[in-house]
């Protein structure tokens, strides 16, 4: 999928969770979000983006989403 799509969704999907809650749970809930609706593929991608350049174009609460996902995947593909 286009990355430049996947990071507008990220940014949309943010902006929805960023007025509920408090930064840090709007951060896990985006995360959720996207570990719910997202195929793995999609969130693999978006991870990797994260990962080669600290995701570039991606707002605060949507960087901090995919940081959570990163995190996520390193520790499964640790264990």
Known sequence: ??????????NEISLFFASGSAPTQAARDVA???KRFW????R????TYYEK??????NDLAR???ALL?????LSNSA
Do not use: D, Y
């Open 53 to 58: 350049g600290q995701g570039e174009g991606l």
């Open 39 to 42: 195929e793995p593929r999609m």
């Open 1 to 10: 999928m286009n990355i430049e799509l996947l990071v507008k969704m990220a």
């Open 64 to 66: 901090e989403a995919v």
């Open 70 to 74: 990163a995190a996520e995947a390193r």
């Open 44 to 47: 693999r991608q978006i991870v």
């Open 32 to 34: 959720t979000h996207m």
